[in-house]
């Protein structure tokens, strides 16, 4: 299933609107769809363990929220954050500034950077410990098969 970026994003509040959101792959549309966008970005770092684990735990909870609240939107608004942050962390544990390629559009050399990397792995704990979760599996296949 792809994501819709069709939609007008701007003018569309996804809580009031959750017919009209998409899955999609992986972190599509995690920068777009309101209000969980401003709601989760704000929690979102990376920078040290100490941070990543602060953040980890607050986008964890809420997901747990949404949960609670039945909001599927939010809940996988929140994975896809939580995922963002593994994915990011991994970029800037890889390579120096985040920077993957060069201005030539080659590869830059990889350059571990190991705080980044814890970074990286406290996300991913809580992003597979949600993407596991019996209940938002659930409720994403009874998403998907009720708006696509």
Request: proline share 2%; aromatic share 14%.
């Amino acid at each position: 299933m792809t994501f819709d970026y069709s939609i007008d994003f701007k003018h569309t509040n996804f809580r009031k609107n959750p017919e009209r959101y998409r899955v999609g792959r992986g972190e599509q549309g995690v920068l777009l769809v309101e209000p969980y966008k401003s709601e989760i970005l704000e929690h979102w770092r990376f920078k040290t363990p100490e941070i990543a684990q602060e953040s980890s735990d607050k986008i964890y909870q809420m997901f747990l929220d949404y949960q609670k609240k039945d909001d599927f939107v939010g809940m996988d608004m929140a994975r896809k954050f939580l995922q963002m942050g593994y994915t990011r962390s991994r970029r800037y544990a890889n390579y120096k500034g985040g920077k993957k390629y060069d201005d030539n559009g080659d590869i830059n050399e990889r350059d571990i950077d190991e705080e980044k990397a814890k970074s990286a792995e406290i996300f991913e704990q809580k992003w597979i410990k949600v993407r596991e979760d019996e209940e938002y599996l659930k409720k994403k296949k009874a998403h998907q098969k009720k708006y696509g």
